[in-house]
């Protein structure tokens, strides 16, 4: 059973077994270390290369021979949208610097009991890290699906080393904010 959270209306997500008072979880406010945090930044930024990879090899496996002539006569339509998906990458890089700030703001005025406020900034700063991180993402997708269908590799791989490192930008506007001193 879930323990309730009276300051946001919730569970907390981890659970506690009654009888012998044990709890299964991560304890209520911690804070990945930086170091994790690193890491996990650094698979959600792969995260679209790897899926770009995988489609490439189911699609290689599960396909039948016939569908590469089905990409190639779309080939010449796709791929003008899957350089459109190159600016998108950036502006999306954009929205998720704006998304970082505007969520960490949100995150702030949530009261968090036991937690000292460098805590809780903290705690902000890695929550709407996560969630701006996809921003830059979703066009890098798009561009994904575009080349399943029979778009050209290059604006697809473009759009790919724009998401990683518009993530990874995030990450490290995270972090030097975090670093300076109020």
């Given amino acids: 059973m879930a323990e309730a959270d009276h300051t946001t209306g919730g ?5 506690t077994d009654h009888t012998f008072g044990h709890t299964f979880g991560p304890p209520t406010g911690q804070i990945p270390s930086q170091r994790r945090s690193w890491g996990l ?3 959600i930024a ?8 995988v489609e490439s090899g189911m699609r290689r496996l599960l396909m ?14 796709l791929t003008p949208w899957a350089w459109a998906t190159v600016p998108l990458t950036v502006a999306a890089t954009g ?3 704006w998304l970082v700030r505007v969520l960490a703001r949100r995150e702030l005025r949530v009261v968090r009991r036991g937690m ?7 705690k902000a700063d890695f929550e709407a890290l996560m969630l701006a991180s996809s921003a ?3 066009p ?6 575009l080349f399943m269908l029979g778009a050209s590799p290059t604006p697809v791989v473009v759009s790919m080393v724009l998401a990683t490192l518009g993530v990874l930008s995030l990450g490290v506007w995270v972090g030097r904010r975090e670093a300076a001193p109020d």
């Fill in 11 to 15: 569970t907390s997500g981890h659970t």
């Fill in 41 to 43: 930044l650094g698979l």
């Fill in 46 to 53: 792969l995260s679209t290369p790897m899926a770009l990879a």
């Fill in 116 to 122: 000292t406020a460098e805590q809780a900034r903290r």
């Fill in 136 to 138: 830059p993402q979703v």
């Fill in 64 to 77: 039948p021979p016939d569908f590469e002539r089905v990409r190639a006569w779309l080939s010449p339509t």
């Fill in 95 to 97: 929205l998720g610097w």
């Fill in 140 to 145: 890098a997708v798009a561009a994904t699906m």
